[in-house]
């Protein structure tokens, strides 16, 4: 027999899957209210950079890519995906004051609603990736069945990061302003329109020092080269990832103490 605290256990489990599915429909919803085009504004704005990149990077200075718009979209999409999540943690106490301010609301789940809204607009977007590919003349392979764990890694990572913007906000409400300019720096200090091996090679490591890089290799490994990912930079981000999620968390949970004192 079940002990009452397995019994216990289980019922918290099923209220926060419950409670996050409420909380990312509820976001979807709030995100596409009164919108025409709704769900296809996730891909508008990677399509027009994509164009843009196209048209500079094949017209003007021609990197000589293969397979260039599948090489670029998919890099745009999985930026988008944790950059959007991260702008948007900032302002995840200050915008949700109702729900803080609830007695025993769990506030550690904001974050991950965040992250998982990202998570569903990547997912509905990757058949038009896999148009891309295909248009492209790549050859898909069985490899695509490791998709997901580049994916799980992503989404780790993105709330690692979340938890303590999450909190810095509350106290520091220039964070998110901080945070456009720097996200628009890493952007183009990640190959997300050129490649990694155009990178001279006495800047590589730095380049590895950003997570975003390992995973987009590891994306275009599967999806344009139909390869397996390079394991041990993988086996290096999830530790690095298994060591930032608790303490991402730790920050998060200290200043969630004083939240109703700084809203």
Same mark, same amino acid.
């Given at each position: 027999?079940?002990?009452?605290?397995?019994?216990?256990?289980?019922?918290?489990?099923?209220?926060?899957?419950?409670?996050?599915?409420?909380?990312?429909?509820?976001?979807?919803?709030?995100?596409?209210?009164?919108?025409?085009?709704?769900?296809?504004?996730?891909?508008?704005?990677?399509?027009?950079?994509?164009?843009?990149?196209?048209?500079?990077?094949?017209?003007?200075?021609?990197?000589?890519?293969?397979? #260039?718009?599948?090489?670029?979209?998919?890099?745009?999409?999985?930026?988008?995906?944790?950059?959007?999540?991260?702008?948007?943690?900032?302002?995840?106490?200050?915008?949700?004051?109702?729900?803080?301010?609830?007695?025993?609301?769990?506030?550690?789940?904001? *974050?991950?609603?965040?992250?998982?809204?990202?998570?569903?607009?990547?997912?509905?977007?990757?058949?038009?990736?896999?148009?891309?590919?295909?248009?492209?003349?790549?050859?898909?392979?069985?490899?695509?069945?490791?998709?997901?764990?580049?994916?799980?890694?992503?989404?780790?990572?993105?709330?690692?990061?979340?938890?303590?913007?999450?909190?810095?906000?509350?106290?520091?409400?220039?964070?998110?302003?901080?945070?456009?300019?720097?996200?628009?720096?890493?952007? #183009?200090?990640?190959?997300?329109? #050129?490649?990694?091996?155009?990178?001279?090679?006495?800047?590589?490591?730095?380049? #590895?020092?950003?997570?975003?890089?390992?995973?987009?290799?590891?994306?275009?490994?599967?999806?344009?080269?139909?390869?397996?990912?390079?394991?041990?930079?993988?086996?290096?981000?999830?530790?690095?990832?298994?060591?930032?999620? *608790?303490?991402?968390?730790?920050?998060?949970?200290?200043?969630?103490?004083?939240?109703?004192?700084?809203?």
């Amino acid at each position: 027999m079940i002990n009452a605290g397995k019994v216990a256990y289980i019922r918290q489990i099923t209220h926060f899957f419950d409670l996050l599915r409420v909380l990312v429909d509820r976001d979807m919803k709030l995100l596409y209210k009164r919108s025409t085009l709704g769900i296809a504004w996730t891909l508008i704005s990677p399509l027009l950079q994509l164009a843009v990149f196209s048209f500079l990077f094949r017209s003007v200075v021609a990197l000589n890519i293969p397979k #260039y718009s599948s090489f670029v979209f998919s890099g745009l999409l999985i930026w988008s995906w944790s950059q959007t999540a991260l702008f948007k943690s900032t302002g995840l106490i200050t915008s949700n004051e109702a729900l803080i301010r609830q007695p025993n609301f769990p506030t550690a789940i904001l *974050p991950i609603v965040t992250t998982m809204t990202g998570l569903i607009h990547f997912v509905l977007a990757l058949p038009v990736l896999i148009i891309f590919l295909l248009i492209d003349g790549v050859h898909l392979n069985l490899v695509l069945l490791l998709l997901p764990l580049p994916m799980i890694i992503q989404f780790l990572l993105t709330v690692s990061f979340a938890y303590p913007l999450a909190a810095l906000n509350v106290t520091f409400r220039d964070t998110q302003h901080t945070l456009g300019v720097v996200l628009q720096m890493i952007f #183009y200090l990640t190959p997300i329109f #050129y490649d990694i091996n155009s990178v001279p090679e006495k800047f590589k490591i730095f380049y #590895y020092l950003n997570p975003m890089v390992p995973l987009i290799e590891a994306y275009r490994a599967i999806l344009l080269k139909g390869m397996q990912p390079d394991w041990q930079a993988l086996l290096v981000l999830s530790l690095a990832v298994a060591a930032l999620l *608790p303490i991402g968390l730790g920050i998060f949970r200290r200043q969630s103490d004083h939240f109703v004192e700084e809203l």
